[in-house]
């Protein structure tokens, strides 16, 4: 006879709720199996497009990138210094800024309460380099050497003007937390071409500039309302790559694959009966995380790389220097290894003070790695095919935050304009892009926005920005959410 408390179980079990929560289950599994099994995709056969490993069956259309190095300067590096050369600014140094120009921009706290505002021309001098004649700030002599490869934005702007943000706004596509980074996008829709690696790796390097600059929260490389197993893994620089990836002593391969079989046993009768995403996500990292095992350590040991390479990059033979230039020749490694998106982010950005000694640490710190990086990948045959973009979250401004001196300067947050540039990946080598004013403060000559920036990203990659969408809470979300728009000449 059938327990009478076994019958009001089952009728509990049976509400639409659960109906309705059993389906999103049996779908959440098929996805996960669709992300742990590329080989349940095939080519498009209509338009023979190449077949993706995430939840896209196929590319939008053919891509010219099938990876992405972002060497984030967090911060905001000054376009003024370094990119945006404006040789008549120097006869504007010390004067106020022409309320013309400001037209009554919002500020920061920090310049608010200002009375002046007097304009600085770059306290360094200007080159020109390549075939380009790409003018770079004295501080770049090595990106000099890769003029030619560089697509150079001289007018990107956003409506952020602090940090957070502005940081924010440029990784996902919104000013307010929660929405995933372009990388988790990209490891949602089309996945990693190494099944042992995750798509999205995240790498974080202190600079030499300010050492007390803004820290760097986790949710910048999150996944958002997209499943858990898309955020970014972060790798650290000293001790194991990741955390608590190594076995505790005494649990061996064999061990560890049998505990596993196990929890996933027990995950997915949960997911079968909850239809809980999240329990699919689990899974999905705890495969991921004992992949991880075997191929991060190889993957992050740079013994085996030629003294000319590190020299190249200009790592320390201290192994734990952590910097830069190591993460740039692991960002390499990991694209040639096929992880999707790499993220690099590099502190001490963020000049509100003693700028021209900062600015200078900070570009000896970055200058020779960026321009190594692009020269290895295409001594490799990956810069074709891999796109490298450099720049931060906003630029500063053309006055002086606080006193200034016969030798030294702040600038505050700009938004206005800013400069970033690209190589690889399909854009235009030996190219410059957009204009702003004789000051560096406002756009006059083609503005690209950062919607804009990552639509164009995206096309590279062969994904169409208005069709990668997640619906969540009853609306159909994207990266560049309502606005962006490919800016068509930065394309190859």
Same mark, same amino acid.
């Given at each position: 006879?059938?327990?009478?408390?076994?019958?009001?179980?089952?009728?509990?079990?049976?509400?639409?709720?659960?109906?309705?929560?059993?389906?999103?289950?049996?779908?959440?599994s098929a996805a996960l199996a669709s992300l742990m099994n590329p080989g349940v995709f095939g080519e498009d056969g209509a338009n023979r497009l190449p077949k993706s490993y995430g939840a896209l069956p196929a590319f939008h259309f053919a891509p010219k990138a099938k990876r992405v190095i972002w060497l984030f300067m967090s911060g905001g590096p000054s376009h003024i210094d370094l990119y945006d050369?404006?040789?008549?600014?120097?006869?504007?140094?010390?004067?106020?800024?022409?309320a013309s120009i400001r037209m009554g921009q919002?500020?920061?706290?920090?310049?608010?309460?200002?009375?002046?505002?007097?304009?600085?021309?770059?306290?360094?001098?200007?080159?020109?380099?390549?075939?380009?004649?790409?003018?770079?700030?004295?501080?770049l002599p090595n990106l000099g050497r890769v003029a030619d490869e560089m697509c150079v934005v001289k007018s990107m702007w956003t409506e952020a003007i602090n940090h957070d943000p502005a940081v924010t706004y440029i990784q996902t596509g919104h000013q307010q937390a929660g929405r995933p980074a372009l990388g988790a996008w990209l490891s949602y829709g089309i996945g990693?071409?190494?099944?042992?690696?995750?798509?999205?790796?995240?790498?974080?390097?202190?600079?030499?500039g300010n050492k007390t600059d803004q820290p760097l929260s986790t949710r910048y490389w999150g996944s958002g309302f997209l499943p858990g197993e898309h955020q970014g893994v972060r790798f650290r620089s000293?001790?194991?790559?990741?955390?608590?990836?190594?076995d505790p002593p005494g649990v061996d391969r064999a061990s560890r694959r049998r505990m596993l079989d196990a929890a996933g046993k027990l995950n997915q009768m949960a997911a079968d009966a909850f239809g809980d995403p999240e329990i699919n996500a689990r899974i999905a990292q705890y495969e991921m995380a004992f992949k991880m095992q075997a191929s991060v350590p190889e993957l992050t040991d740079l013994s085996k790389e030629s003294r000319?390479?590190?020299?190249?990059?200009?790592?320390?033979?201290?192994?734990?220097?952590?910097?830069?230039?190591?993460?740039?020749?692991?960002?390499?490694?990991?694209?040639?290894?096929?992880?999707?998106?790499?993220?690099?982010?590099?502190?001490?950005?963020?000049?509100? *003070?003693?700028? =021209?000694?900062?600015?200078? &640490?900070?570009?000896? !710190?970055?200058?020779?790695?960026?321009?190594a990086l692009v020269e290895d990948l295409k001594q490799r045959g990956l810069l074709e095919d891999t796109l490298v973009v450099w720049g931060g979250e906003f630029g500063r401004t053309v006055y002086s935050q606080g006193g200034l001196t016969k030798d030294n300067h702040g600038r505050d947050h700009h938004g206005?304009?800013?400069?970033?540039?690209?190589?690889?990946? *399909?854009?235009? =080598?030996?190219?410059?892009? &957009?204009?702003?004013? !004789?000051?560096?403060?406002?756009?006059?000559?083609?503005?690209?926005?950062?919607?804009?920036?990552?639509?164009?990203i995206l096309n590279l990659l062969g994904l169409d920005h208005t069709q990668l969408t997640f619906k969540f809470q009853g609306r159909h979300f994207r990266l560049t959410d309502v606005h962006g728009e490919v800016v068509k000449p930065l394309l190859a």
């Open positions: 006879m059938t327990n009478p408390s076994n019958v009001a179980t089952r009728q509990l079990m049976l509400t639409r709720r659960h109906f309705f929560g059993r389906m999103s289950a049996g779908l959440g050369y404006k040789p008549g600014l120097k006869k504007h140094h010390g004067e106020e800024l022409p919002r500020l920061t706290g920090m310049t608010s309460g200002q009375k002046t505002f007097p304009c600085v021309a770059p306290m360094v001098d200007f080159k020109q380099y390549g075939k380009c004649g790409l003018w770079l700030s004295d501080h990693s071409e190494n099944r042992q690696m995750p798509a999205f790796v995240v790498l974080i390097s202190q600079g030499s000293q001790g194991d790559p990741v955390l608590y990836l190594s000319q390479t590190l020299d190249r990059y200009g790592i320390k033979d201290n192994p734990t220097d952590g910097g830069f230039a190591r993460n740039c020749l692991l960002a390499r490694r990991m694209v040639e290894s096929g992880v999707r998106f790499v993220q690099l982010m590099h502190r001490g950005w963020d000049q509100h *003070g003693d700028l =021209p000694k900062q600015i200078k &640490g900070q570009c000896q !710190d970055a200058d020779q790695p960026s321009a206005r304009c800013f400069t970033i540039w690209m190589a690889g990946g *399909g854009v235009k =080598p030996g190219f410059s892009y &957009g204009a702003t004013d !004789d000051f560096c403060y406002n756009i006059v000559e083609n503005p690209v926005h950062i919607h804009d920036l990552n639509a164009t």
